[in-house]
């Protein structure tokens, strides 16, 4: 596999965080000189190519992965679609915790999910259920995420305080896919830390809406 092919595979699954030069170094072992030509190669292929949809954007000190401004309307159609017919279970899972735990990282989703969770982020983001709230303080400055106004409009609530227990929620979606296992994975990774070993997940959630109302 080709060093751009190892980089472009780093920008898709970082998403709309991004990566810097000193990370693609780190991750594919070559040089910070080395890298900057592969991506400045990689932007410059993909601006040639009139058939290809991505871009690369330099955003601070970060590189991001994204579509060329010609893909927008189509973009912004899908965006605006139903909602019960493009919201993953993935999505679902990480938008459960977002809701209760925000503001949250994606590393912090992550480690409650158990598996990446980019790109459930970018279909949140582009559906506008959730949002950036700034960075976090320390390595790589991660970006925090929390609910819109739209997500607040969606589940009826005028304050966090009035956020649905996690049974309703489950209610609210439960024609349009399975959510059980996600909700028992996540009891059982609470279940692993000692801090949450008499609490069951509902008991765990109420809290977290408790901790809200305060």
């Not at 989703?109 to 970018?122: A, C, E, M, N, T």
Request: with cysteine; glycine share 4%; aromatic share 8%.
């Amino acid at each position: 596999m080709s060093l751009q092919s190892k980089i472009e595979a780093l920008l898709f699954v970082v998403g709309q965080e991004g990566i810097s030069i000193d990370e693609l170094a780190y991750y594919t072992h070559q040089p910070t000189n080395v890298i900057y030509e592969e991506i400045e190669q990689l932007s410059q292929k993909y601006l040639a190519d009139a058939q290809c949809a991505l871009n690369i954007l330099e955003v601070g000190t970060h590189y991001v992965l994204t579509t060329k401004k010609e893909m927008a309307d189509l973009l912004k159609t899908y965006a605006q679609s139903s909602l019960s017919h493009n919201l993953s279970q993935a999505a679902l899972e990480s938008l459960s915790i977002i809701a209760y735990k925000q503001p949250i990282t994606r590393v912090e989703i992550d480690d409650i999910r158990g598996v990446q969770s980019s790109g459930s982020l970018q279909k949140l983001l582009a559906r506008n259920l959730i949002e950036e709230r700034g960075r976090m303080d320390g390595p790589g400055r991660p970006i925090l995420y929390g609910t819109t106004n739209y997500f607040m409009n969606y589940f009826g609530l005028e304050s966090l305080d009035q956020l649905p227990s996690i049974d309703e929620m489950e209610k609210e979606f439960a024609d349009d896919m399975p959510t059980d296992l996600f909700f028992d994975k996540l009891k059982e990774e609470l279940n692993d830390q000692d801090a949450f070993d008499s609490h069951d997940l509902t008991d765990y959630l109420n809290e977290q809406q408790d901790e809200i109302s305060e």
